[in-house]
């Protein structure tokens, strides 16, 4: 009996409907949870001016074993140890110290180069934190930042 109801058209259009809907909320569902997470900080996408340049990424910390790192790991849960570990910082505190080393690289950028008509963005590695200096939408200088040593270069 079920079978005959399903053979009908009406009943089949019915049927695709219904699962069209679902597949639908379920894909809903799964978008709105990936931008929570993104929201609370526990999805950490890497800056795409980098094209992928740290995406090698095999350790247990973010940054170590990748290009950006060593593979070695120091004894304050930083992979390579020259620069400060933010592994046990809650993402406010994460976010405070990033702006503290974008607001540091600023303010070295113009004192050594006399040009204040540049941003900043601090992103954290793992093992280290880098700051970016841009022109626009070019990158003119990165910079190494720890709370305790302040701005230094990479070379």
Known sequence: M?????????NKSKLFSIV???FL???LGAALLIWRLQEAGSINNADPSYN???SSVS???EGCGGDSCGSSSSSDGSCCGSGQSTQNMTSEEIDNFLKEAEKAGLSYYA???GDNS???KATDYGCHTQVDIYQGDQIVKSLGYDAENGIYQID
């Open 2 to 10: 079920l079978e005959e109801e399903f053979q009908r058209p009406a």
């Open 118 to 120: 540049v941003s900043a």
């Open 111 to 113: 004192e050594t180069y």
């Open 52 to 54: 992928g340049a740290y």
């Open 59 to 61: 350790s247990e910390y």
């Open 20 to 22: 069209g809907v679902s």
């Open 25 to 27: 909320v379920l894909l």
